[in-house]
């Protein structure tokens, strides 16, 4: 009972989160001409986002693969598929609960340790982390004006991320990194056994290391890293696709697209479900610098970030009805 309120109160409170966000967003934003815009668009530009999208999860799917059979585990697609999209609909939930989710439905079907399951999904996370960081110094080279740009108009957030570069919290930040790893090392290595509670710490923090250097162990390195760089430029071109269907955006290259993905997936970082309210904030910022009329910025970021959410939930609710139905055994 008290886990059911627990998850009740977070759900709560993250969807709470991105509706205010939501909210101050479009506070002024004209719903109607929204409505009319609808029938100018060229929908077709939709469906190839669905495939893109579509084939994004695959490409996941088969990559996780890669990890989950480092140690002659085997994995079969289709529940390692719709976990991942289990995944990304409880995270429309609840932020990051995704993650735990799909490595405890790979742990129940697959029957490998929860531990190891978890540790390759944080390998996955931080291969994620080092491709989208060249994403951004890429957009940064390609877009410096812009951003600059961007900053000067929202000094906030132009605020907000100087600090994160500064002196002070890069020295706070590695010091509790670096005592945090201290500690885990040291209950890894058994070093407060004589407590039981310890004791279990340091064989799941065993398992999920064993997980987590499976990374050393893929057998085919050169797919592996393919897909790595694939899922991240299907994402990309999923954004880009959608610029054929409003006839605003049609003149924008693949330059601005680019400024605007990795914009819009810092968005995606906020604590709120699929980033609602700080995505759609970034895309429209970016956009208006780009010359593009706020109303057409937030009718793109609405409808863009709707129809990506509704083929999440789409695939979600598949997941949960499937999931059973083909692991009866």
């Known amino acids: 009972m008290k886990a059911i309120l627990k998850n009740i109160i977070k759900f709560t409170v993250f ?3 991105g509706l205010v966000l939501f909210l101050l967003v479009y506070k002024d934003f004209d719903f109607i001409s929204l409505v009319k815009g609808i029938q100018n668009l060229d929908y077709k530009w939709f469906f190839l986002m669905a495939f893109l999208g579509l084939f994004s999860h695959f490409s996941r799917t088969w990559r996780w693969q890669m990890l989950l059979e480092t140690e002659g585990n085997k994995t079969r697609f289709s529940t390692a598929f ?27 079907y697959e029957k490998i340790p929860f531990a190891k399951v978890l540790g390759t999904m944080i ?44 002196w002070k919290f890069i020295v706070i930040s590695i010091f509790i990194i670096g005592l945090s790893v201290f500690l885990l090392i040291k209950i890894a290595k058994g070093k407060f056994n004589k407590h039981k509670i310890f004791s279990k ?65 810092f968005g995606m970082l906020a604590p709120a479900p699929n ?20 109303i057409n910025a937030a009718s793109f970021a609405l409808i863009v970030h709707g129809l990506q959410t509704i083929l999440l939930i789409l695939l979600g609710i598949l997941s949960f009805i499937l999931l059973p139905i083909i692991n009866k055994e």
């Open 275 to 294: 980033g609602i309210g700080a995505y759609h904030f970034m895309i429209i910022q970016t956009l208006i610098i780009y010359g593009i009329s706020e």
């Open 15 to 17: 969807v709470g989160i």
């Open 82 to 108: 719709l976990a991942v999209m289990n995944g990304y609909f409880v995270n429309l939930a609840i932020p990051r609960m995704g993650e735990v989710s799909r490595c405890g439905i790979i742990s129940k």
């Open 201 to 265: 710490l340091s064989l799941f923090l065993n398992q999920v290391w064993e997980g987590f250097i499976s990374l050393k162990d893929v057998k085919s390195k050169g797919k592996f890293i393919f897909h790595s760089i694939f899922i991240w430029l299907l994402y990309f071109f999923m954004l880009f696709s959608c610029f054929f269907a409003f006839e605003s955006m049609q003149n924008l290259d693949i330059s601005v697209a680019l400024v605007l993905f990795v914009a819009g997936s």
């Open 123 to 166: 390998s996955e996370r931080i291969i994620d982390l080092i491709i989208f960081l060249l994403f951004t110094i890429i957009a940064i080279f390609v877009g410096y004006e812009q951003i600059l740009v961007f900053l000067g108009n929202n000094p906030k957030f132009g605020d907000k991320l100087l600090f994160l570069f500064s």
